[in-house]
């Protein structure tokens, strides 16, 4: 345990150095401000306390960002280190290769947790200042937050096996990039071009509901909309959180970032330094 | 007690032999020094000592464990050729890690810097540092926790003559303490005086492994023998020993090990023609040279 935490505190003050920590803070805290300033304009017409409104907002954004600043942070975690040179020798040390990687986990998850709770918490400042009644929506919100850690845990452990299968640094972002636009933002196009050609026949009733829990960031879309009953109001894939039940979206949200990390723990282990 | 043996280790990369059959040991204490050209195999033994990569075929012994293992790590300390670390942290800090790495105090960190010469440059970032600089915090990491065996691939180089003395003077020290200390480099000549025994590949193949003494035995190159003859006499001179006359005043001779007293015995023989004899024995290159261009059995 303390050789995973000497890890963590290492890579941490490297993050702290590359300024990535003052990024990833950044970053979420912008969108979160445009997202305050867009929904100001949306009062309670929708029935709705303006906190669980911006919950639903920061759900969408979440979606997006919170698997690319994982997949940012961790493609360089295992290929920088090959190609600085610095990984032959910590190997040497008497510690595993899963505590080195929990280590680094731990750090970038830290970072994450820093960063969306920044974002979080700016976009429900503005909620609560402009509305008393907007504390209802703390439950939603605080779901939203573990939620997205827990997809943001996920996408870090395939941004790690990514890093240690690639190698160089170069090809693990190109990869993670590909990767994002491929499980973000293709995934939920070429599923409603699915939709649309079945017509509501056997892909849709059975094989579509899998689809949707495989993906962590659809089962992250789907159990927080339907945890908040703003499904309704979503749109487009969103929309279809009937086909699955926010319990069965959060298994496979609860076990994706073990899936991950075992996988790049696998592929960290063939990797020869 | 042998702290490292290897028997019959054989490793192979695609179409190369990395290693072949490669055999010796080291006890404690003990020095050796691992030669051999760029694809020698050096830095491939030293990996495969460590556990990084595994040897195809053979034995390895490290510490009584398995390379690799948690015994093994435990115990045994390595530089790599070129050592990196991360750019944006300090040497003290990239200590500490190391420290903790080993369960040590991290708060060791400064006395090992000031021990390889780091002492002002600890709070810089690595980023700043010259590569000799570097190679100096690669030394600070391999003294951690008192290790057992040493592995240095390269250790010297980048190192200016001054440290690469104090360089030295810390490996005799941690010898003294009982570390067997293995390091590999280019040249004979650099490892002369630090080593008890000297081990040399040639294209993955072990084709010396004794004292500088004993190489020099068994090399048998021949001995040069430079006379300065008397004025006007180098003719002569070069005639009478059947040498061959460089300029006008100096003949030199070459002759087996064997043969040098006989020699010598000769040109002392004739007298007043004979001003002065200097005795070239073969260098360090050559004998380096003889066994790594496979010209040993």
């Given at each position: 345990m303390k050789r995973i935490l000497a890890t963590t505190a290492t890579e941490f003050r490297i993050a702290l150095r590359n300024r990535w920590v003052a990024i990833a803070i950044a970053v979420m805290a912008l969108f979160a401000l445009v997202l305050a300033a867009a929904g100001s304009g949306a009062t309670g017409t929708l029935?709705?306390?303006?906190?669980?409104?911006?919950?639903?907002?920061?759900?969408?954004?979440?979606?997006?960002?919170?698997?690319?600043?994982?997949?940012?942070?961790?493609?360089?975690?295992?290929?920088?280190?090959?190609?600085?040179?610095?990984?032959?020798l910590v190997l040497t040390y008497p510690v595993s290769?899963?505590?080195?990687?929990?280590?680094?986990?731990?750090?970038?998850?830290?970072?994450?947790?820093?960063?969306?709770?920044?974002?979080?918490?700016?976009?429900?400042?503005?909620?609560?200042?402009?509305?008393?009644?907007?504390?209802?929506?703390?439950?939603?919100?605080?779901?939203?937050?573990?939620?997205?850690?827990?997809?943001?845990?996920?996408?870090?452990?395939?941004?790690?096996?990514?890093?240690?299968?690639?190698?160089r640094p170069g090809a693990a972002a190109g990869l993670v990039v590909g990767l994002w636009l491929a499980l973000i933002v293709l995934y939920d196009l070429g599923l409603l071009a699915a939709l649309v050609a079945d017509g509501g026949g056997l892909f849709t009733r059975h094989v579509f509901p899998w689809l949707l829990a495989g993906n962590p960031a659809d089962a992250f879309r789907?159990?927080?909309?339907?945890?908040?009953?703003?499904?309704?109001?979503?749109?487009?894939?969103?929309?279809?959180?009937?086909?699955?039940?926010?319990?069965?979206?959060?298994?496979?949200?609860a076990l994706w970032p073990f899936a991950a990390f075992a996988l790049a723990l696998a592929a960290f282990r063939r990797l020869l330094p | 007690m042998q702290r490292l043996t290897l028997s019959r280790v054989t490793k192979t990369f695609g179409a190369t032999q990395a290693l072949r059959d490669v055999g010796f040991s080291l006890a404690a204490g003990e020095r050796v020094a691992l030669l051999g050209h760029n694809g020698a195999g050096k830095s491939t033994l030293m990996k495969v000592v460590l556990g990084l990569i595994a040897a195809d075929a053979g034995?390895?012994?490290?510490?009584?464990?398995?390379?690799?293992?948690?015994?093994?790590?435990?115990?045994?300390?390595?530089?790599?050729?070129?050592?990196?670390?991360?750019?944006?942290?300090?040497?003290?800090?990239?200590?500490?890690?190391?420290?903790?790495?080993?369960?040590?105090?991290?708060?060791?960190?400064?006395?090992?810097l000031a021990r390889v010469g780091l002492a002002d440059a600890a709070r810089r970032r690595i980023g700043t540092y010259s590569k000799g600089m570097r190679q100096r915090v690669?030394?600070?990491?391999?003294?951690?926790?008192?290790?057992?065996?040493?592995?240095?691939?390269?250790?010297?180089?980048?190192?200016?003559?001054?440290?690469?003395?104090?360089?030295?003077?810390?490996?005799?020290?941690?010898?003294?303490?009982?570390?067997?200390?293995?390091?590999?480099?280019?040249?004979?000549?650099?490892?002369?005086?630090?080593?008890?025994?000297?081990?040399?590949?040639?294209?993955?193949?072990?084709?010396?492994?004794?004292?500088?003494?004993?190489?020099?035995?068994q090399a048998a190159l021949p001995v040069q023998l430079q006379i300065t003859a008397r004025a006007g006499a180098a003719d002569a001179v070069a005639a009478e020993l059947a040498g061959r006359r460089c300029n006008g005043v100096r003949v030199d001779l070459s002759c087996t090990p064997a043969d040098k007293l006989a020699r010598l015995g000769q040109i002392a023989g004739l007298g007043a023609l004979v001003e002065d004899v200097e005795v070239l024995p073969p260098s360090l290159d050559d004998i380096y040279s003889h066994f790594s261009n496979g010209a040993a059995p």
């Open positions: 029935g709705a306390d303006r906190l669980s409104v911006t919950v639903a907002s920061l759900t969408s954004l979440a979606v997006y960002l919170v698997p690319l600043l994982a997949l940012l942070m961790s493609f360089d975690a295992v290929a920088g280190e090959v190609e600085r040179g610095t990984l032959a290769r899963a505590a080195l990687l929990a280590g680094k986990f731990v750090a970038h998850l830290a970072i994450l947790a820093l960063a969306v709770g920044v974002g979080y918490g700016i976009a429900a400042l503005a909620a609560l200042l402009s509305e008393a009644q907007a504390v209802a929506g703390l439950a939603a919100l605080w779901r939203l937050y573990w939620s997205s850690l827990v997809l943001g845990a996920s996408f870090l452990g395939i941004g790690y096996a990514i890093s240690a299968w690639a190698r789907l159990f927080n909309l339907a945890a908040s009953g703003a499904g309704a109001a979503a749109a487009g894939v969103a929309g279809a959180t009937a086909a699955l039940p926010a319990a069965q979206a959060l298994v496979s949200l | 034995e390895v012994s490290v510490l009584g464990a398995a390379p690799g293992s948690r015994a093994a790590r435990m115990g045994t300390a390595y530089l790599p050729e070129n050592v990196a670390f991360h750019p944006a942290l300090t040497g003290a800090e990239q200590i500490s890690y190391y420290l903790r790495l080993r369960g040590e105090d991290p708060a060791q960190a400064l006395a090992l690669g030394l600070a990491q391999a003294l951690i926790g008192r290790p057992r065996l040493l592995l240095l691939d390269e250790p010297t180089s980048g190192l200016d003559p001054v440290s690469r003395n104090t360089f030295y003077a810390i490996l005799d020290g941690l010898a003294a303490e009982g570390a067997a200390i293995l390091h590999s480099s280019h040249a004979l000549t650099e490892v002369e005086a630090r080593t008890d025994r000297i081990v040399i590949l040639s294209q993955g193949a072990m084709v010396a492994n004794d004292t500088l003494a004993a190489l020099r035995r």
